[in-house]
């Protein structure tokens, strides 16, 4: 099955700056997702952007997607110290009949230090 | 306040034996999943459920078992079947095959 893979596997900020964080997949998809997770914790929802959308907003986040290249980033910007956490981009296949098999990929872990 | 429990927290099993984990949710969500995570990697589909009664086997199902006979509860069985147990487990739901999941605080297991 596909997988979507984040780049890089771990970054390591000061807070304040941007983080970025890549994600790259092999096929068509419907949509693409980003999560959060805390250490030992479950995953948080951030963002969903579709195959027909080019880029997402949400407070401090800003999710690109490039369907040719296929490839996402998430963009956190003024990071903070709560923001260290892994972070997971997850594929919805393109199907016709709509799809329950979110794709994860092994994700970034992202230290931010005060 | 709506959400999902995941219960134990933490579990030890040994050799042989089965073990249920107990995942419920009150968000009135159709779709129930069941994932496995283990260090370092991303989440794996186990089994998911889009309504009571019906569930669908994930990428690595070999060795768990599920039952839905209600809309707020999907527990999973982690049977002695299974060869190597040991690791994070996650259930999530959602409405619907095209939005985001929520998840539950997690069950990490370990086998003794």
């Known amino acids: 099955s596909q997988q979507g893979e984040e780049d890089p596997q771990a970054l390591s900020i000061q807070e304040g700056e941007n983080a970025t964080m890549n994600c790259s997949y092999k096929?068509?998809?419907?949509?693409l997702q980003w999560y959060r997770q805390n250490s030992g914790r479950g995953l948080v929802h951030l963002i969903l952007?579709?195959?027909?959308?080019r880029e997402k907003h949400s407070g401090r986040l800003r999710v690109t997607l490039d369907t040719s290249k296929k490839s996402s980033s998430l963009l956190i910007t003024a990071s903070r110290a709560a923001d260290t956490a892994s972070y997971f981009c997850?594929?919805?296949?393109?199907?016709?009949?709509?799809?329950?098999?979110?794709?994860f990929g092994k994700g970034t872990k992202l230290s931010v230090i005060p | 306040d709506g959400g999902i429990t995941q219960s134990p927290k933490y579990l030890f099993r040994k050799e042989g034996q089965n073990v249920t984990l107990s995942c419920e949710q009150n968000?009135?969500?159709?779709?129930m999943y069941w994932y496995r995570q283990d260090p370092g990697q991303g989440l794996r589909l186990i089994y998911y459920?889009?309504?009571?009664?019906?569930?669908q086997k994930g990428d690595i199902a070999e060795g768990y078992s599920v039952s839905r006979e209600k809309k707020e509860s999907f527990p999973l069985t982690v049977t002695s079947a299974q060869k190597n147990p040991t690791a994070f487990y996650l259930c999530?739901?959602?409405?619907?095959?095209?939005?985001?999941?929520?998840f539950g605080p997690g069950t990490r297991l370990t086998v003794l």
């Open positions: 997850a594929t919805d296949p393109y199907s016709g009949a709509g799809s329950y098999q979110l794709t």
């Open positions: 096929t068509s998809i419907n949509n």
């Open positions: 968000l009135n969500h159709d779709a």
């Open positions: 999530a739901s959602n409405n619907g095959s095209r939005v985001g999941r929520f």
């Open positions: 952007i579709r195959s027909n959308e």
């Open positions: 459920s889009q309504i009571v009664n019906d569930f």
